[in-house]
C-alpha cells in the first residue's frame, strides 16, 4: 500500500486485492506442497493403524486363553462339586495345548481330610500299578475326569486310586474328592 492512495483504494486494496493475493498465495503453497502432506499424513496414520491393529489382536488373544483357563477351572470345580455330572470340553484354542491347570490346594486346617489324602506314601507301601486300577485308562484322564468316575467305587477301590495318585502325580482335586468320599463313608 503506497502513502499517497486515497482511503477509498486503501480500502479496495485491503478488501478486495489482499484476500485475493492471499487465496493465490494459499493456492500456490497447497499445490506445491500438498503431496508432501499427504504422504506424511498417510504414513502416521498407518502406522497409528498397525500399531492399535497389533494391541488388538495381542489383547484378543490373551484374552482367548485367559477366557479358557477359566472355563476349564470352572469345569474342574463343576465336576467336583457335582460328581457325576460331565464337564463340557472345551476345545484348545487356535491348535495350542494348554497342561490343564491344577486348582489350589486346600489348607491343612480347613480341611483336614484333604491333608490326610495328600500325604505321601508310605515308604514300605508300594503303589498300584496302574492297569490294577478300577478307572481304565487312568493315566491319560484329566483329573475331571478321573473325579467324575470315582462315586461309583468300593472303598478298597477308591483307596487304591488314592495310594496311586499321591504316589505318581499327587492331583489335589483328585485327592480332595477321594477324601470326602471316604469321609462320607465314615
Known amino acids: 500500500m ?4 486515497s482511503p477509498l483504494e486503501q480500502v479496495v486494496e485491503l478488501a478486495v486485492y489482499a484476500p ?24 502416521q496414520v498407518a502406522r497409528q493403524v498397525a500399531l492399535a491393529r497389533m494391541m488388538g489382536h495381542y489383547a484378543v488373544e ?10 476349564q477351572q470352572a469345569n474342574d470345580l463343576l465336576a467336583s462339586v457335582r460328581p457325576g455330572t ?20 486346600p489348607s491343612r486346617e480347613t480341611f483336614p481330610e484333604v491333608a ?25 484322564l484329566s483329573a475331571s475326569q478321573v473325579v ?8 478298597a477301590q477308591l483307596e487304591d486310586v488314592r495310594h496311586f495318585e499321591a504316589a505318581t502325580r499327587g492331583r489335589k482335586t483328585i485327592l480332595g474328592r477321594i477324601a470326602q468320599l471316604q469321609s462320607d463313608t465314615n
Open 20 to 43: 485475493v493475493g492471499l487465496f493465490l498465495a494459499a493456492r500456490d503453497a497447497v499445490r506445491k506442497h500438498l503431496p508432501g502432506l499427504i504422504d506424511t499424513g498417510r504414513d
Open 2 to 5: 503506497a502513502e499517497d492512495e
Open 62 to 71: 490373551e484374552a482367548q486363553k485367559d477366557a479358557g483357563r477359566r472355563v
Open 86 to 105: 460331565a464337564p463340557a470340553p472345551t476345545p484348545p484354542a487356535r491348535d495350542e495345548w494348554h497342561p490343564e491347570p491344577e486348582t489350589p490346594a
Open 116 to 140: 490326610a489324602a495328600a500325604t505321601p506314601v508310605a515308604a514300605n507301601g508300594a503303589a498300584p500299578e496302574v492297569g490294577s486300577l478300577a478307572i481304565p485308562g487312568y493315566a491319560s
Open 148 to 155: 467324575q468316575r470315582l462315586d461309583g467305587l468300593s472303598p
